[in-house]
């Protein structure tokens, strides 16, 4: 049996809004579609259904579905789920208002140590760098996600 990696994924970044507004944007699935996935579903409650759907995504134009469900719903300060198809790890959101605005602190885990999971660990600490630098200018410019052209 494979150990689990002492490695986890750690995000953090200042959004100039309330915790209220960050939270809601983090559970609301238009809100997601707006800065960074495509079709995603999500029923913000302990124990409700998740699906994160990209279509055609980035500059390479990926699709993906991944299965998830809500472990805690705690407005505004914490917002957690587990997610995955073939294996699942945790992701954990705190949020805690501060500077003028709230600091949110992301932490994913429950990797194993195998080559598949270290890539995917990898693969997820850039997504996640990406998304919280999208939400952030979401929330406080209204900006959403441009998708690039594809080509025929």
Not at 54 to 60: A, H, N, S
Not at 96 to 111: D, I, N, V
Request: charged share 30%.
């Amino acid at each position: 049996m494979n150990s689990p990696l002492k490695e986890h994924i750690s995000q953090a970044t200042f959004i100039k809004a309330p915790a209220e507004k960050v939270y809601d944007t983090l559970t609301s699935a238009k809100a997601w579609d707006d800065f960074f996935t495509t079709g995603m579903e999500l029923d913000a409650k302990p124990g409700g259904k998740m699906i994160w759907r990209w279509k055609d995504w980035g500059p390479d134009f990926y699709t993906l579905s991944v299965d998830a469900k809500v472990l805690e719903a705690d407005r505004p300060r914490r917002f957690a789920f587990e997610w995955g198809n073939k294996r699942r790890s945790t992701v954990e959101i705190d949020l805690k208002e501060e500077h003028g605005g709230t600091t949110l602190r992301l932490k994913e885990h429950g990797y194993l140590d195998t080559p598949e999971d270290r890539a995917m660990i990898l693969e997820c600490a850039a997504g996640w760098g990406e998304a919280m630098t999208l939400l952030k200018f979401y929330i406080e410019h209204s900006l959403v996600y441009s998708p690039p052209e594809k080509p025929e």
